[in-house]
T-cell receptor, first 111, second 111 residues
Framework: DAGVIQSPRHEVTEMGQEVTLRCKPISGHNSLFWYRQTMMRGLELLIYFNNNVPIDDSGMPEDRFSAKMPNASFSTLKIQPSEPRDSAVYFC?????????FGQGTRLTVV | GESVGLHLPTLSVQEGDNSIINCAYSNSASDYFIWYKQESGKGPQFIIDIRSNMDKRQGQRVTVLLNKTVKHLSLQIAATQPGDSAVYLCAEKGGADGLTFGKGTHLIIQP
C-alpha cells in the first residue's frame, strides 16, 4: 500500500479564493482524520469520519471550512473563501482500530 | 515586538546517549496512547503505542512508559543516533474519538 496520499503537496492561493485539499486513505481503514498544523497551535484535529460519516467536526474553525467523504477511498477539505490565517500544513490521516497513519501533508499559503 | 508562536520544549543529547521525552495527557478516559516522530517537511510517523492496561512497552531502541495515576507518558530512546533528531509528539485516544496530540518536543542529537 502506498500509504495515505494527499494532494496537492503545496498550494499557494490568493485571499478569497476557494481551496480544495484531497486525501486518499489507506485501503481498509475505516476512520479518516483531517488535522491542521501551525507554529502557533501545533497539530489540531479539524474533523474525523468513521465509515464515511462525519463524527466530530467541532475542530472546524469556521463555516468557511467544509469536509466531505463521498466514499471510503476519498475525502476533501474545502476552504471558501480562503484567508491568510488559514496558511498552515494540513494533514490527512487514516486508521483502523489503532494507530493513525499520516499523509505527507499539504502546505497551504494564502497571500 | 514580542515573537509569538509555539515554543516547543527542546531536548539536546549527545549521540549514543539515552534520551527521555515526557508528555502529560489530559483526559483520564483515554485508553490508548501513541508516540509519533515528525521530521521536517513530513507527516508524523508512528513509533510505538501502549494501551491503558499496560504500564510499559518496548520496541526496537524505544520504550514507552505510562503512569495513569499522574497521567504521564514517556518515551525512552536508547543509544540515540543522528536520525533520531525530530519533533516527537504524544497522542491520546479515548474510544472512537480522534487522536488528540500534545505540542511536541524537539529532540536534537549532537555529534
Amino acid at each position: 500500500d502506498a500509504g495515505v496520499i494527499q494532494s496537492p503537496r503545496h498550494e499557494v492561493t490568493e485571499m478569497g479564493q476557494e481551496v480544495t485539499l484531497r486525501c486518499k486513505p489507506i485501503s481498509g481503514h475505516n476512520s479518516l482524520f483531517w488535522y491542521r498544523q501551525t507554529m502557533m497551535r501545533g497539530l489540531e484535529l479539524l474533523i474525523y469520519f468513521n465509515n464515511n460519516v462525519p463524527i466530530d467536526d467541532s475542530g472546524m474553525p469556521e463555516d468557511r471550512f467544509s469536509a466531505k467523504m463521498p466514499n471510503a477511498s476519498f475525502s476533501t477539505l474545502k476552504i471558501q473563501p480562503s484567508e491568510p490565517r488559514d496558511s498552515a500544513v494540513y494533514f490527512c490521516a487514516s486508521s483502523g482500530p489503532f494507530e493513525a497513519f499520516f499523509g505527507q501533508g499539504t502546505r497551504l499559503t494564502v497571500v | 515586538g514580542e515573537s509569538v508562536g509555539l515554543h516547543l520544549p527542546t531536548l539536546s543529547v549527545q549521540e549514543g546517549d539515552n534520551s527521555i521525552i515526557n508528555c502529560a495527557y489530559s483526559n483520564s478516559a483515554s485508553d490508548y496512547f501513541i508516540w509519533y516522530k515528525q521530521e521536517s517537511g513530513k507527516g508524523p510517523q508512528f513509533i510505538i503505542d501502549i494501551r491503558s492496561n499496560m504500564d510499559k512497552r518496548q520496541g526496537q531502541r524505544v520504550t514507552v512508559l505510562l503512569n495513569k495515576t499522574v497521567k504521564h507518558l514517556s518515551l525512552q530512546i536508547a543509544a540515540t543516533q543522528p536520525g533520531d533528531s525530530a519533533v516527537y509528539l504524544c497522542a491520546e485516544k479515548g474510544g472512537a474519538d480522534g487522536l488528540t496530540f500534545g505540542k511536541g518536543t524537539h529532540l536534537i542529537i549532537q555529534p
